[in-house]
């Protein structure tokens, strides 16, 4: 074959590649998100398709816990176990990554412990109150089915629980690390492990539903520094609350 033909073959498979590379779809892409502004919650639902939950979808959260129907439900099964603090600054909460192992079991289902996190002042509101701070603990089934446990957080005693996180508290954005100090999310839990139950969502985007909500009725305190230490960092990372939407809400009323 002569020079010319070969540059001509060569020429050929380069504008094939090129054209086969075009042709692969593109990485999906994660839109900016914020509590404020233009990309605050009001606008989630137009940020992204992946996000139209956000606006269109009936079973939103958070909500007003108002007037639930008090039942007799079987009780949480808690069990967590101590694991090293393995916490992050993502950008809109600080969250702690949970090790393998610590589990719920809600209505014979397991569920683990995957991670935890804050919002401040708290998400969910109860009888039209909200508190000063919200954690939410998410679990989720082989399945990959969604629970969460949420403890409302309000000015109080110090409270020693928490301070495994509190002294690792990352101010900017950052990833993941591990540190020195070992955190037992039992402890973050108040005595009383009653819950209001409803079926709602994410409350960040996507605003993905069919999450099974479990709200504990009695809060836990934290002390004003311990509440103005992560206010310093986050404060106002609460969606709005969303319409119940005919939703039904269900009370605990057995210890």
Request: proline content about 9%; glycine content about 8%.
């Amino acid at each position: 074959m002569n020079q010319r033909c070969v540059h001509a073959v060569l020429s050929a498979v380069i504008v094939l590649v090129a054209g086969c590379a075009h042709e692969q779809p593109s990485a999906p892409s994660h839109a900016h998100w914020s509590y404020q502004g233009a990309t605050g919650p009001e606008h989630w639902g137009s940020l992204s398709p992946d996000y139209a939950l956000c606006s269109t979808g009936k079973q939103q959260s958070p909500i007003d816990v108002v007037s639930p129907a008090p039942a007799d439900l079987a009780n949480i099964a808690f069990h967590y176990d101590p694991v090293p603090v393995e916490i992050l600054n993502n950008g809109h909460t600080i969250q702690v990554n949970y090790a393998a192992g610590s589990y719920i079991e809600l209505d014979g289902q397991r569920y683990d412990l995957a991670q935890f996190h804050f919002h401040s002042p708290s998400e969910h509101h109860v009888a039209g109150k909200p508190a000063a701070a919200e954690l939410h603990l998410v679990h989720k089934s082989a399945s990959g089915q969604l629970a969460v446990v949420g403890v409302m957080l309000q000015e109080g005693p110090f409270n020693p629980g928490f301070e495994p996180v509190w002294r690792n508290l990352p101010v900017q954005e950052s990833p993941a690390t591990i540190t020195a100090d070992t955190i037992d999310a039992d402890a973050l839990l108040p005595s009383d492990r009653r819950t209001y139950r409803y079926e709602g969502s994410l409350t960040t985007p996507p605003g993905t539903e069919g999450v099974r909500w479990n709200l504990l009725v009695q809060p836990v305190s934290l002390s004003k520094a311990q509440l103005d230490a992560f206010r310093r960092i986050y404060h106002g990372n609460n969606r709005p609350l969303q319409p119940l939407n005919g939703r039904s809400i269900v009370r605990d009323t057995s210890p």
